[in-house]
């Protein structure tokens, strides 16, 4: 791996840290403020909202600027941002709006830097498609390990000390993340294109998203699984509580349970892929997915829905390495920051989706009914995927974007699979 990718992961962790920090006392913070839940909500969603309203044009402006730059300027701008609610905090002016546009802009700020360090990621690496699933398992890795284990329980303990206090550390995750991007070698810029408006760039990146079978297979299985896992999420905590006869803390430990085969799932991505396919192994995960979601509705002791939660994280910690993986490895420099931003649009567009599903199946039929559906959703999402990201598709995409001048890199099918199964 480049010595860079080093001080790109490093500064991931960090700031998944902070992440992970404020991820847990935002909501706390503004449960001090107020009890109505809708005000709750608000500041909960506000933070998606950028994705909603500029995720094309975020990523069409990210193609068109330096984007180690872009990251290191958003990483300081959210670390600046953050000292608003903090001050605010010391002088006990905090409100509820305060916090729901700190929140917005915080979002906003992240879909800048997840997208340019999504497009900064393949140019370091040289655009090679073992060299990504590496990079990749090791950055989900790290960002579950900070945002899902280490920064929530920190985030309350710091919360204990001061309202202002987990926001000062955030805001200092963010600052020495910045810092560290700084010292990331540059890219060469994507050589410009013929002079076009933001908007037409932006209409460009998105249609080579649904005009290519495979771009759109990796764009529709976390949209779907975003409307799935919501639905189930909505419920999750009252399913454990009348139906696995669980408290709080047991809750706690469904969720680390998920957690937990998350990191497994990034830590195996690579040597599945390899084994079966990349193809064939995101067709798998996916099916894991969804059988593991129906073992959950149909458990009647914590045990087995436990397994069934770890064994689901497992399944979705490996698709979001081996996914956004493949994508960075066929998808032109150009148009990286745009297919990227799109892919990810559709998939936060579509969790408020299942929010409301979850919501509304649950309240008609019932609290399993969520889960039952959201399994028989994934499944039927494995079904109509499949054969837009077999291994066919992954091999041929690969091979046309492999440079002309590098003889001595493996074939498409070396890289993507041990042995030859037929295409899926």
């Known amino acids: 791996m480049p010595t860079g990718f080093g001080r790109l992961w490093t500064a991931q962790t960090v700031s998944?840290?902070?992440?992970?920090?404020?991820?847990?006392?935002?909501?706390?913070?503004?449960?001090?403020?107020?009890?109505?839940?809708?005000?709750?909500?608000?500041?909960?969603?506000?933070?998606?909202l950028p994705w909603l309203f500029f995720g094309i044009l975020g990523g069409a402006l990210v193609d068109r600027w330096d984007?180690?730059?872009?990251?290191?300027?958003?990483?300081?701008?959210?670390?600046?941002?953050?000292?608003?609610?903090?001050?605010?905090?010391?002088?006990?002016?905090?409100s509820i709006p305060l916090l729901a546009i700190v929140a917005f802009l915080l979002?906003?700020?992240?879909?800048?830097?997840?997208?340019?360090?999504?497009?900064?990621?393949?140019?370091?690496?040289t655009r090679d498609p073992a060299l990504l699933e590496r990079a990749n398992s090791r950055l989900r890795g790290a960002q579950t390990a900070m945002s899902g284990f280490a920064g929530p329980p920190a985030g309350s303990a710091l919360l204990a000390l001061g309202r202002a206090v987990p926001l000062v550390a955030?805001?200092?995750?963010?600052?020495?993340?910045?810092?560290?991007?700084?010292?990331?070698?540059?890219?060469?810029?994507?050589?410009?294109?013929?002079?076009?408006?933001l908007l037409t760039q932006a209409r460009a990146g998105a249609s080579h998203v649904f005009r290519n079978q495979l771009l759109l297979g990796l764009a529709l299985r976390p949209a779907v699984g975003n409307i799935a896992f919501l639905a189930v999420e909505t419920v999750l905590a009252l399913f454990a509580h009348d139906r696995l006869g669980i408290?709080?803390?047991?809750?706690?430990?469904?969720?680390?349970?998920?957690?937990?085969?998350?990191?497994?799932?990034?830590?195996i991505a690579s040597r599945l892929g390899r084994r079966l396919g990349t193809g064939t192994a995101l067709?798998?995960?996916?099916?894991?997915?969804?059988?593991a979601i129906l073992g959950l509705a149909s458990s009647s002791n914590p045990?087995?829905?436990?397994?069934?939660?770890?064994?689901?994280?497992?399944?979705?910690?490996?698709?979001?390495?081996?996914?956004?993986?493949?994508?960075?490895?066929?998808?032109?420099?150009?148009?990286?920051?745009?297919?990227?931003?799109?892919?990810?649009?559709?998939?936060?567009?579509?969790?408020?989706?299942?929010?409301?599903?979850?919501?509304?199946?649950?309240?008609?039929?019932?609290?399993r009914t969520p889960l039952y559906a959201?399994?028989?959703?994934?499944?039927?999402?494995?079904?109509?995927?499949?054969?837009?990201?077999?291994?066919r598709r992954v091999e041929a995409a690969l091979s046309a974007a492999a440079p002309a001048d590098a003889p001595d890199r493996p074939s498409a099918g070396e890289t993507t699979r041990a042995c030859a199964p037929g295409p899926v």
């Open 16 to 48: 998944s840290l902070g992440d992970g920090v404020t991820h847990a006392a935002l909501p706390l913070i503004a449960l001090t403020l107020t009890r109505d839940p809708m005000a709750l909500a608000v500041v909960t969603a506000a933070g998606t």
């Open 67 to 94: 984007r180690r730059r872009t990251m290191w300027v958003a990483d300081t701008v959210r670390a600046a941002l953050l000292a608003l609610p903090a001050v605010a905090a010391g002088l006990d002016a905090l």
């Open 107 to 125: 979002g906003l700020g992240g879909l800048f830097f997840d997208t340019a360090a999504t497009a900064y990621l393949p140019d370091l690496l």
């Open 170 to 197: 955030d805001a200092v995750s963010f600052a020495l993340s910045a810092l560290l991007v700084r010292t990331l070698p540059a890219m060469p810029r994507p050589a410009p294109e013929a002079r076009e408006s």
């Open 247 to 267: 408290g709080a803390y047991g809750f706690g430990l469904l969720l680390t349970a998920e957690a937990t085969g998350g990191l497994l799932g990034a830590a």
């Open 283 to 291: 067709t798998c995960t996916a099916a894991v997915e969804g059988l």
């Open 303 to 367: 045990y087995a829905a436990g397994a069934a939660l770890a064994v689901c994280g497992a399944a979705m910690g490996a698709t979001m390495v081996l996914g956004p993986s493949l994508r960075q490895a066929i998808v032109p420099g150009q148009l990286m920051g745009r297919v990227a931003s799109t892919s990810r649009m559709l998939a936060m567009c579509a969790a408020p989706m299942g929010a409301f599903l979850g919501g509304w199946l649950a309240t008609a039929y019932g609290i």
């Open 374 to 391: 959201a399994a028989a959703l994934l499944l039927t999402m494995t079904a109509v995927t499949a054969s837009m990201t077999n291994n």
